[in-house]
C-alpha cells in the first residue's frame, strides 16, 4: 500500500497483532508436533509446556509408522495423487489445445461443457459415481480411487487460456516443419505452458492428497487408504488419549505437503489461489 | 525448386456477426521455379491469406494450388515441401537454436519411434541420422553466422539474430519454395536494409523459389523479380519493378509505388494532342475526346525547377522545401490543385527556392502518366522534340 | 457456388477430425464421468431408488416433499446457514484486516503471509485430529488455558450450544490465508496514483486513506472472497465427519453430511440424490453469482 515504511509506532503495533494472529494460525501444527514427541503420561499433566519432560518422540513415530500402515497410506497418496495428475494432465492438454487453437463442429458446445463441469462440484457426483464404479468393480481399489478424477474441466480451462495465449505462427511454424497435431500439444505447448501446468499440477496433487470424501466413500480396505482417509482410520482404532503415536501419524501426513509449501510458497500460493478462482 | 500456380484462388471468411467477407477473389497466378515473387499491398489485401493458402496453413474456399506441377489442395502442410518465414519469427521459445533448427530435420528423417522421450535415442538407426541432422544444422548455422548462438535459447538473441534464426530454420531441410510473410517488418530501418541484401544473395545461392509478403514497396523493388501488387483480394499489376514503376496499369498503381508518391491532377483534353492541366497546355496526345477528364500522373523526379517559362513548364509556388542531403523534396502549390504537389531534386537545384518563392516547373513528357476516370493507364503519345530531356 | 460448398465442408472434416481426436477422449470423460452422472442425479432423485435393490419406482416428487417435510433436514440445512453466516463475515473480515496489516510494510511479509496461509493447504483430516486435542475437554490446551486463566470451560464438540461455532472457528481459521491472499491480490491491483490524489485532496491518515480509496478499490474483490468463502463453507464435510459426526444431536449436521449418511450410510440413492439436487442448486447460484462477478472485475481491469 506504501512505499514508505511505517512510522515505528505503527510498525510496532503491526507486529504485535501479526505475531499474535501468526502464533494462533500455528498453534494447531505446534500442538500438533508438540504431542507427538510427549509420552502418555504428561499429555495429562496440567500446564502447558510446549517441549516434553521426556523426549518421546522416536517411540511415536515408531509406533506411527509401525502399528499403523502409516508409509503404506504416504505410498497410496504418492501413487493415486501421481496417477491423477498424470492422467489429467495427458486429457486435459490435447483437449485444450483443441479447444485453444483447432476450429472443429462442435468445439463450441464442448467448451459449453466444460465450464458446465466446472460449476458442478465433484460431491454431486458421488453418488453416480459410486454407482459406477460398484457396477464396474472398480470400488476398493486403486482405479476406484483414481477414475473419478481422471477428467479435470479446471484443467482443461486453465490450459485452453494458457494456450490462447499461445501465438498461432507458432501453431503454424511447428505445422510447416512436419509436427504432427499431438507432436504439437506435447512438444511445443506443453512446455510453453510450463508455468500453468506446474500451477496446475500442484492444484491437482494438494487437492487429491487432501481429499478425504471420495477415499471414505470409495475404499474399505486399510491397504488401500490414501493419507487422509488412513490418519482418520488410524484415530479411529487408538480409542483413547494416547495421542503421542498420532500426533505423529499426523505429522507424517500433513508434512510432505507443508514442505513443499515451504520451499516453492509463490508457486503454491498462486496455484491454489488460481483453483479458488475456478 | 518448384514452380507454383494458383488457379481462381478464392477466400471468404464469416465474420462474427455471420456476414461473408470475399478476402481472396478468383486470383489466378503462376510462379515459375526458382523466380523471386513478391506480394505487394497494404494490409489487408490478402497478400497473407494467400501465402498461408500456399503453405496450406489455411484452406481455400474455392480454386486449387498447385506446386512444382502438382494439386496440393488438401495437402497437409508438412507434405507441401514448403518452408516459411513468419512476420514473429515464432522461434520456439523454449528450444535452444541448435533444437529450434533441427526440429523440422528430426520430425522427417527420425521414426516416429526414434522420436519417442528417452527410449528414442535407443532404437537402431539413431545415431546415424542424429549425425546427418547434426551436420546439417551446423552447416546451415555456419553460411548465416549462427554457430556461436547455436546453445542459446531465442529470448536471449537480437532481433536480427532471430530473424536469421527463422531464416535457418526455413532453409535447413531445403525446401522446393520459400515464404516469407513480412520477414523483416520487426526490424529497424538499418537492419533491414542489411537483411534485404541478405535474403537477395541468399536467393542467388540457393536458386529456389521465393514467394515474399510485404507492404513496403522499398523491400519489393529491391529484391524481387517480379512484384504482384494487391488491392481489396485481387492482383492489380504484376510485372517486374521497373515495369511497375514505369508503366502502372493503374492509378491505385501508380499511387503505390514511388517515394514521395506520384502527384495526381486531374487534366482536361484540349486536342487530340494537348491536355491542359494546372494552367499549362501539355503537348500530349490520346485517344480520348476533346473535352474529356484526365488523371495526370507526373512522378516527383520528373518535375524539375527551370528558369524560364515554355510550353511544358507549371507555374508553382514554393510551400515547403525538405532538404534530404543530396536530394529535395520541394512541395508546392499549383493554379487550380487544393493539393500541393511534390518535386524531387537534386540539392543544386533547389538552393535558389524560399518558401512562397514563385518558380518555374517543368516536366519531362515521357514520364507522365494518364489514367481515366476509372483510374485505368491510358496510351499517350508524346511529340519526340517536346522532350525535356535536355534540361537535365 | 458448389465448389465453394465442397471446399468449406473439405475444410471442416480435416480440421474437424483433428479437433475431436485431439478432444474426444477428454470429451468422453467429460460426458461419463461429469455431465452424465450430474444429471443422473435429478433422475434418481424421482425415484425410490436404494443401492443395491434391483427394481426401483418412479415416486415424481415424493422424495422432495419428504425432505422438506422432515425436521431433521430442515435442522441440516438450518445449521449449514448458520455455519456459514459465521464462517463468510469471519474469514472475510479478519482476512481483510490481516492483508492490510501484512501489506503495509515489507517487514517479515513472507513469512507473515506463509504462516496465515499454512492451513489452507494443510490436509484438513490431519489437523481435524490435532484440533481434536487442542479442544479436549479435560487436556486439551484451550481448556487447559481457560481454567487457568479462572476463566469457564466447555467441552466444545459434545456441547451443542457451542459446537457449531467451534465448528466455524477451525474454518475460519482454515480458510483466512486463502482470503488473505485474495486480497493482497486486489490490494497490489490498486493504482498508485490514487494514495496520490488522495493525499493531495486532504486524506492525510491512514484511516482516510483506507476510508477514501483501499476499501472502496477492494469492493469487487470483497464480493468475489465473500462467495468463494461461503462456496468453500457449504462444503464442509471432513470435519464434522471426524469431530462430531453431525452431533450432538444433529446440533452439527450440515448438509454435505447429511447427504453423505443418507447416500452412503443408509444407502437411500433416491433420498440422497435429492439432497445432492438442493446442495448443487445452492453451488450452482453460487457460482453463477460468482461468474458474474469475475466478468465485472474482468472489465473494470
Known amino acids: 500500500m506504501s512505499v514508505r515504511s511505517l512510522p515505528w509506532p505503527a510498525a510496532v503495533a503491526r507486529h504485535s497483532v501479526l505475531i499474535v494472529t501468526a502464533a494462533l494460525m500455528l498453534l494447531p501444527f505446534v500442538w500438533m508436533l508438540s504431542l507427538s514427541v510427549k509420552g502418555p503420561g504428561e499429555m495429562f499433566r496440567s500446564g502447558f509446556a510446549l517441549l516434553p519432560a521426556h523426549f518421546h518422540g522416536l517411540d511415536n513415530y515408531r509406533a506411527a509408522l509401525t502399528a499403523a500402515p502409516l508409509p503404506r497410506f504416504l505410498l497410496n497418496g504418492v501413487l493415486v495423487c501421481g496417477s491423477i495428475a498424470i492422467l489429467q494432465l495427458l486429457l486435459c492438454a490435447p483437449c485444450a489445445y483443441a479447444l485453444a487453437k483447432l476450429q472443429f463442429k462442435g468445439r463450441g458446445a464442448l467448451f459449453a461443457l466444460v465450464l458446465l463441469g466446472l460449476i458442478i462440484p465433484q460431491q454431486v457426483l458421488a453418488l453416480p459415481l459410486f454407482f459406477i464404479g460398484y457396477r464396474l468393480g472398480l470400488l476398493d481399489s486403486y482405479v476406484g480411487l483414481i477414475f473419478p478424477f481422471v477428467i479435470s474441466p479446471f484443467g482443461i480451462f486453465l490450459l485452453r487460456q494458457f494456450f490462447r495465449g499461445i501465438p498461432d505462427d507458432i501453431v503454424h511454424a511447428a505445422r510447416l516443419d512436419g509436427v504432427s497435431e499431438l507432436g504439437i500439444v506435447w512438444r511445443i505447448m506443453a512446455p510453453m505452458a510450463q508455468p500453468a501446468i506446474i500451477a496446475f499440477l500442484i492444484f491437482s496433487v494438494v487437492s487429491h492428497w487432501n481429499d478425504l470424501f471420495w477415499p471414505l466413500i470409495a475404499v474399505r480396505s486399510e491397504s488401500l487408504m490414501p493419507p487422509a482417509l488412513g490418519i482418520v482410520t488410524f484415530r479411529d482404532a487408538e480409542a483413547g488419549t494416547d495421542y503421542g503415536p498420532l500426533m505423529a501419524g499426523a505429522v507424517l501426513v500433513v508434512a510432505p505437503l507443508v514442505l513443499a509449501f515451504l520451499l516453492a510458497q509463490r508457486r503454491f500460493i498462486e496455484s491454489l489461489t488460481l483453483g479458488g478462482v475456478k | 525448386m518448384a514452380s507454383i500456380a494458383l488457379d481462381r484462388i478464392a477466400k471468404v471468411f464469416t465474420r462474427p456477426d455471420g456476414s461473408p467477407t470475399r478476402v481472396l477473389d478468383e486470383l489466378t497466378l503462376q510462379v515459375a521455379a526458382g523466380e523471386f515473387l513478391t506480394l505487394l499491398g497494404p494490409s489487408g489485401c490478402g497478400k497473407s491469406t494467400l501465402i498461408r493458402i500456399i503453405a496450406g496453413l489455411e484452406p481455400q474456399s474455392a480454386g486449387s494450388v498447385s506446386i512444382g506441377g502438382q494439386c496440393v489442395d488438401g495437402r497437409h502442410p508438412r507434405q507441401r515441401d514448403v518452408a516459411m518465414v513468419f512476420q514473429s519469427y515464432a522461434l520456439y521459445p523454449h528450444m535452444t537454436v541448435e533444437a529450434n533448427l533441427a526440429l523440422p530435420l528430426v520430425m522427417r528423417r527420425l521414426t516416429a519411434l526414434q522420436r519417442a522421450p528417452w527410449i528414442g535415442r535407443w532404437m537402431p538407426g539413431y545415431r546415424r541420422v542424429r549425425e546427418t541432422i547434426d551436420r546439417d544444422v551446423r552447416e546451415v548455422a555456419g553460411a548465416l553466422e549462427l554457430t556461436h548462438l547455436l546453445e542459446r535459447k531465442p529470448g536471449q538473441l537480437s532481433g536480427g539474430q532471430r530473424q536469421r534464426v527463422a531464416l535457418a530454420r526455413a532453409m535447413v531441410r531445403q525446401p522446393s519454395v520459400f515464404l516469407m510473410d513480412e520477414p523483416l517488418s520487426n526490424l529497424d530501418a538499418k537492419l533491414r536494409t542489411q537483411m534485404r541484401a541478405e535474403i537477395t544473395a541468399l536467393h542467388r545461392r540457393l536458386r529456389t523459389t521465393f514467394v515474399y509478403v510485404t507492404h513496403d514497396q522499398t523491400e519489393a523493388m529491391t529484391m524481387s523479380d517480379r512484384v504482384a501488387v494487391m488491392f481489396d483480394g485481387r492482383i492489380e499489376q504484376i510485372g517486374p519493378p521497373t515495369e511497375l514503376y514505369a508503366r502502372p496499369a493503374t492509378r491505385r498503381v501508380a499511387e503505390f509505388i514511388g517515394t514521395p508518391q506520384i502527384n495526381s491532377i486531374d487534366g482536361i483534353v484540349r486536342s487530340a494532342s494537348t491536355i491542359e492541366v494546372a494552367g499549362a497546355v501539355l503537348p500530349i496526345g490520346t485517344c480520348l475526346p476533346t473535352g474529356s477528364v484526365v488523371t495526370v500522373g507526373l512522378r516527383p523526379e520528373s518535375l524539375t525547377p527551370v528558369e524560364r517559362a515554355g510550353a511544358t513548364v507549371l507555374l508553382g509556388r514554393v510551400q515547403r522545401i525538405e532538404h534530404m542531403g543530396a536530394d529535395s523534396y520541394v512541395y508546392f502549390h499549383v493554379l487550380g490543385q487544393a493539393r500541393a504537389l511534390v518535386l524531387r531534386t537534386s540539392a543544386a537545384r533547389a538552393a535558389g527556392l524560399q518558401p512562397e518563392m514563385v518558380f518555374h516547373v517543368a516536366t519531362s513528357l515521357d514520364q507522365v502518366l494518364l489514367f481515366d476516370s476509372q483510374g485505368r493507364a491510358i496510351d499517350s503519345v508524346v511529340p519526340q522534340i517536346a522532350s525535356v530531356r535536355s534540361f537535365r | ?301
Open chain 3, 1 to 301: 457456388m458448389t465448389t465453394d460448398a465442397q471446399a468449406t465442408s473439405m475444410e471442416h472434416a480435416s480440421q474437424s477430425s483433428h479437433g475431436w481426436l485431439l478432444a474426444g477422449p477428454a470429451a468422453f470423460a467429460l460426458l461419463a464421468l461429469i455431465i452424465l452422472p450430474a444429471l443422473s442425479v435429478f433422475f434418481v432423485a424421482l425415484t425410490d431408488w436404494q443401492f443395491g435393490a434391483r427394481t426401483f419406482s418412479y415416486v415424481g416428487l415424493e422424495n422432495y416433499h419428504e425432505l422438506f417435510a422432515d425436521p431433521d433436514f430442515y435442522k441440516s440445512l438450518r445449521n449449514t446457514f448458520v455455519y456459514v453466516l459465521i464462517v463468510v463475515p469471519g474469514t472475510v473480515l479478519t482476512g481483510l484486516a490481516i492483508a492490510l496489516l501484512v501489506e503495509s510494510d515489507r517487514t517479515l511479509r513472507t513469512f507473515y503471509r506463509a504462516a496465515h496461509f499454512l492451513p489452507f493447504m494443510a490436509t484438513l483430516a490431519a489437523m481435524a485430529v490435532a484440533w481434536e486435542a487442542l479442544l479436549h475437554p479435560t487436556i486439551g490446551l484451550l481448556n487447559q488455558a481457560l481454567s487457568d486463566l479462572g476463566l469457564p470451560t466447555a467441552n466444545w464438540l459434545r456441547d451443542p450450544s457451542t459446537v457449531l461455532v467451534t465448528l466455524a472457528v477451525i474454518a475460519i481459521w482454515k480458510n483466512l490465508g486463502f482470503a488473505m491472499v485474495l486480497f493482497m491480490a486486489g490490494l497490489k491491483a490498486i493504482p498508485r496514483d490514487l494514495y496520490d490524489a488522495a493525499d493531495v485532496d486532504g486524506a492525510v491518515g491512514a484511516t482516510d486513506r483506507l476510508r477514501t480509496v483501499t476499501l472502496p478499490m477492494l469492493g469487487p474483490t470483497m464480493l468475489f472472497v465473500v462467495i468463494v468463502t461461503a462456496l468453500r463453507a457449504l462444503e464442509t464435510f471432513d470435519t464434522v465427519n471426524i469431530l462430531t459426526q453431525g452431533g450432538p444431536a444433529r446440533a452439527s449436521e450440515m448438509l454435505l453430511y447429511t447427504l453423505y449418511v443418507e447416500s452412503f450410510g443408509y444407502l437411500q440413492a433416491g433420498r440422497g440424490a435429492a439432497i445432492t439436487v438442493v446442495f448443487l442448486i445452492i453451488v450452482v447460484l453460487l457460482t453463477l453469482l460468482q461468474m458474474r462477478v469475475m466478468d465485472r472485475r474482468v472489465h473494470y481491469s
